[in-house]
């Protein structure tokens, strides 16, 4: 997408005061609409102030659609429900990456890439070492993928290549995060193996062992790979939510992908944002600990003394269409497989509780991608503090195409301004004369 594009339908007037400023109203192709306020200061003096950038834009944006009213989300157009029954992640990056779905021929010539690119130099392998064991992977993550320029440092921006640069960020991103885990265990790593598929290979990166070995193959574990597919499809992109924006504000300084990534990966961390998965599993062992009271936990989170982690979204007012699939994956595994773990009792019967109670019916706090997702990694058996880093292998093809799209625009630094409210001048002091 340009910044040439004219979406300008007519222009809205503001009186600050004594002046009116005359700002052009934008539409996108959605029907939405924005007031482009880039002259509001010169034509008044004002600035906008809006807490949390929640109804700021400083992006026109053709990679997903999100309507947080009807519990809407599609990528590039495609219905996120059609992606997740019947594509898979290879097409879903690719769809990202290229804003188009691959033919067969594009989908192997990506699956090559992916598989050319899965290890990382041998000298990475010393900052591992570096890391104390109690590391928490995503700083690993974050760490290691910023270190990644200094060892890929070419980005290739015409078409053909940057299928490559994505797909060698996607799949080397994927290896550092298992090797992050191994290192964490003190186990030895499990180098990528070019027989197996991307989500084969992470599987079988976690959990291969030397004295254990691990049969990707079998049954049960490709019913593994089969929802693992579909979880990092649910993630793959989601606006310009906070690490989007982390990305998009560090790429517009032309700084490279690697750090602009990474700063999304710091940016998602957080347990308003993607760390939820993991503070989901943690509320819930908590209320086990506490006896299974669920009461009380609802009870603390109406009092505000504490949220409920895994509730709640800043978009979706009704059901996020992303956890509706995910219960729907969590019910045909725990269907599938006969798994037996109180946690999931109990957040059953919170959900059961919060969707029956006014105070989150009226506030529309209803289970997010997070709740189900937290729910489902545990299940399959991935470590608690792994689960933010699944996030990140899923929202990685989005944040690489939002990163690519910023771009193509033309880029503008992202540089917000402030309303100051600090002290006015104030004459200096010096130290011997201080009080
Ligand atoms: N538990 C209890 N109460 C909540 C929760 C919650 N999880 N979330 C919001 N509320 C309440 C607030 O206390 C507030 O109540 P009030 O109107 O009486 O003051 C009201 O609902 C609105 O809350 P806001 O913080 O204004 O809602 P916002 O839409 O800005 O926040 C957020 C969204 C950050 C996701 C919030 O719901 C939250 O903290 N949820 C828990 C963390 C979580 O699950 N994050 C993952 C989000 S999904 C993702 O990032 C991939």
Not at 31 to 38: S, T
Not at 300 to 309: E, F, S, T, V
Not at 336 to 362: G, H, N, T, W
Not at 396 to 411: D, F, S, T, V
């Amino acid at each position: 997408m340009s910044n040439t594009i004219k979406l300008s339908i007519g222009k809205a007037k503001l009186q600050i005061n004594d002046k009116t400023a005359e700002l052009p109203i934008i539409q996108g192709s959605d029907g939405g609409l924005g007031v482009d306020i880039a002259t509001l200061r010169a034509q008044t003096g004002a600035i906008i102030y809006d807490n949390g950038f929640n109804n700021t834009t400083s992006t026109l944006s053709g990679i997903s659609y999100i309507n947080g009213e009807s519990g809407i989300l599609r990528y590039r157009g495609y219905a996120i429900e059609d992606l997740v029954h019947y594509a898979s992640y290879r097409e879903v990056a690719y769809l990202m990456v290229n804003g188009k779905l691959p033919t067969l021929k594009e989908a192997n010539q990506f699956s090559a890439y992916l598989t050319e690119h899965s290890m990382i130099d041998e000298d990475m392998h010393h900052f591992f070492a570096g890391f104390p064991r109690t590391s928490h992977p995503m700083a690993i993550l974050a760490a290691m993928v910023t270190s990644l320029s200094s060892f890929y440092p070419e980005i290739a921006h015409d078409d053909v290549n940057f299928t490559i640069t994505a797909a060698r960020l996607i799949s080397k991103v994927r290896t550092i995060a298992a090797f992050s885990y191994k290192k964490s265990r003190g186990l030895p790593v499990v180098y990528p193996q070019a027989h197996l598929s991307y989500v084969e290979n992470f599987l079988n990166m976690m959990f291969n062992t030397p004295n254990r070995p691990y049969n990707i193959k079998s049954e049960e574990n490709q019913l593994y790979v089969n929802i693992l597919d579909k979880l990092l499809i649910l993630h793959a992109d989601h606006g310009q939510n906070c690490s989007t924006t982390a990305v998009k504000l560090v790429g517009s300084t032309q700084a490279n992908l690697y750090a602009a990534v990474s700063a999304g990966i710091c940016a998602l961390w957080g347990p308003l944002h993607g760390g939820a998965n993991q503070a989901v599993i943690e509320m819930l062992e908590n209320i086990k600990e506490d006896g299974g009271n669920v009461e009380k936990y609802i009870e603390n989170a109406k009092n505000k003394d504490y949220r409920l982690m895994g509730f709640g979204h800043a978009l979706y007012k009704s059901y996020d269409p992303r956890a509706t699939l995910a219960k729907e994956l969590l019910d045909d595994f725990l269907s599938k497989c006969s798994i037996s773990e109180p946690l999931f009792e109990i957040a059953q019967e919170l959900e059961r509780r919060v969707l029956s109670d006014d105070y989150f019916i009226e506030r529309k706090l209803y289970p997010n991608i997070d709740f189900y997702t937290g729910i489902i990694y545990k299940a399959l058996g991935i470590p608690t503090n792994m689960l933010t880093v699944m996030f990140v292998l899923g929202r990685l093809p989005g944040w690489i195409a939002q990163w690519r799209e910023l771009m193509g625009y033309g880029i503008k630094i992202f540089r917000p301004r402030q309303i100051y409210i600090g002290p006015g001048a104030v004459e200096y002091v010096k130290m011997e004369d201080r009080v």
